[in-house]
């Protein structure tokens, strides 16, 4: 019991595990890591939605975490051409389509 007591009491960077028979320090928690996982994530996402293209949109020109400067991020939608797709998207033509089933649409 009290092995199990003073192990709950150790720092993150010097918890081990067993991996294989012998034990192995856990790596400490960084912004590094946090950005792998992140990065990792949205990959996964992307796969899984199978967009045509990626736009990046900065919310604030301060880069201040959690605020959105709404005008900057409209005027940025309406220049990448965001806006105008939308518009015709929502009047019933396609978007995009597959270079293989425009030729069978056409040919």
Do not use: Y
Not at 46 to 74: S, T, W, Y
């Amino acid at each position: 019991l009290e092995r199990a007591v003073t192990e709950g009491l150790k720092s993150p960077s010097e918890q081990k595990r067993q991996v294989g028979g012998r034990a192995k320090t856990l790596k400490p928690h960084t912004v590094a890591t946090d950005f792998k996982s992140q990065l990792e994530s949205l990959v996964t996402k992307m796969k899984q939605a199978g967009p045509h293209f990626v736009r990046c949109i900065k919310p604030n020109p301060e880069k201040v975490p959690g605020h959105v400067d709404r005008q900057l991020v409209v005027e940025q939608l309406r220049s990448g051409g965001v806006i105008e797709a939308l518009q015709v998207q929502r009047a019933g033509f396609p978007c995009r389509s597959p270079v293989k089933t425009c030729w069978k649409d056409f040919l």
